[in-house]
């Protein structure tokens, strides 16, 4: 099989630099991002990995929408690893302090913004595989289950804002806003995250999924495909 090309958003940070070390031990070409291209320190650390030679990097800023399209030219899948999340306001002024005014503009905006930008922009370019790095913070529904499905067990963003965790919220508001923006552009979703700690964070940063295939209904794949489906887009290409 044709190894294919991976577009990685936000290629040098702990999640994305592990993503890009294994996809190209797997033989994979890859665009990487970086806010600032300029840190030669990073990019001349990315390239000195086995088979660097097959990764070349962009800069690109998921609230500058103009910076995102040359990265995904020709790109067969999309890796979103920028979205980290946000603890501070504007001002510094942390998170919790805010009203929800400010917590909704300064901290969960710019994530479900960027966000858009990104799959935007692979609508654009015809870029249909998208898989977008997120955390467990949208999988508490309130009350609590004994037995939770990532899929079907949604955290309730209102209710976060109302705790003040606008840093949870965010992810929530921008999971319910990616499926929406797929479901309705014919995008087919991954969304994962890790639940475990592990000095490697690329071994087990998806163990669990939420799924959206051919944007017609919301499954989740056997559990034996979950790692497989990190760098080996057999599945994906399926569509």
Not at 78 to 94: E, Q, R, S, V
Request: with cysteine; hydrophobic share 35%.
């Amino acid at each position: 099989m044709e190894k294919k090309l991976l577009t990685i958003f936000g290629a040098s940070g702990l999640v994305g630099s592990s993503i890009l070390r294994e996809a190209l031990d797997k033989g994979y070409h890859v665009n990487g991002t970086l806010r600032d291209i300029e840190k030669q320190d990073r990019i001349t650390r990315l390239k000195s990995l086995p088979s660097g030679n097959n990764a070349d990097f962009f800069s690109a800023d998921m609230a500058e929408i103009s910076s995102l399209d040359n990265p995904l030219i020709n790109s067969d899948a999309a890796i979103i690893c920028c979205l980290i999340p946000t603890y501070k306001g504007f001002d510094g002024t942390p998170a919790k302090e805010l009203d929800d005014e400010r917590g909704y503009n300064e901290i969960i905006k710019p994530t479900v913004d960027g966000c858009l930008n990104i799959l935007r922009a692979a609508k654009r370019n015809n870029v249909k595989n998208i898989l977008i790095c997120s955390s467990t913070s949208s999988t508490n529904p309130v009350p609590p289950v004994s037995i939770k499905n990532e899929l079907d067990h949604w955290s309730d963003e209102k209710e976060q804002c109302n705790s003040k965790k606008y840093t949870s919220a965010a992810k929530t508001y921008m999971e319910k806003a990616a499926f929406k923006f797929c479901n309705e552009n014919n995008l087919w979703l991954f969304i994962g995250g890790s639940i475990s700690k592990t000095s490697n964070p690329a071994a087990k940063i998806f163990l669990f999924f939420k799924a959206s295939y051919n944007a017609s209904s919301l499954t989740i794949p056997p559990r034996a495909e979950l790692i497989r489906i990190k760098f080996d887009l057999q599945m994906l290409n399926e569509s």
